[in-house]
């Protein structure tokens, strides 16, 4: 298991925004779920760019690219990101 470290829900969006993130959220059930998504339009194919609309309350949404599909995080969730050595 690599070695993680929290991050607020708007520190996610910011780095979401600029490209794909690999973080990690625990579940309902209490598993931990890796994912590996963005909001960086440029990078989420023309089939799963937004449509429009409000975006869900109390929720961070990403463009999952190993699903290929959007998704979210609930704020009550917590949210952990891999620790990267530079």
């Excluded at 794909?20 to 598993?31: A, I, M, Q, T």
């Excluded at 998504?37 to 690219?65: C, E």
């Excluded at 190993?66 to 917590?78: D, G, I, L, T």
């Amino acid at each position: 298991m690599p070695t993680l470290s929290p991050i607020s829900h708007e520190s996610l969006k910011e780095r979401l925004h600029i490209g794909p993130v690999k973080f990690f959220f625990r579940k309902v059930g209490g598993d931990l779920r890796p994912a590996f998504g963005t909001t960086d339009l440029n990078r989420i194919p023309s089939s799963g760019q937004p449509k429009g609309g409000a975006k869900p309350p109390g929720v961070t949404p990403f463009f999952d690219l190993e699903k290929n599909m959007w998704r979210s995080v609930a704020h009550s969730q917590e949210i952990w990101i891999e620790n990267t050595l530079n």
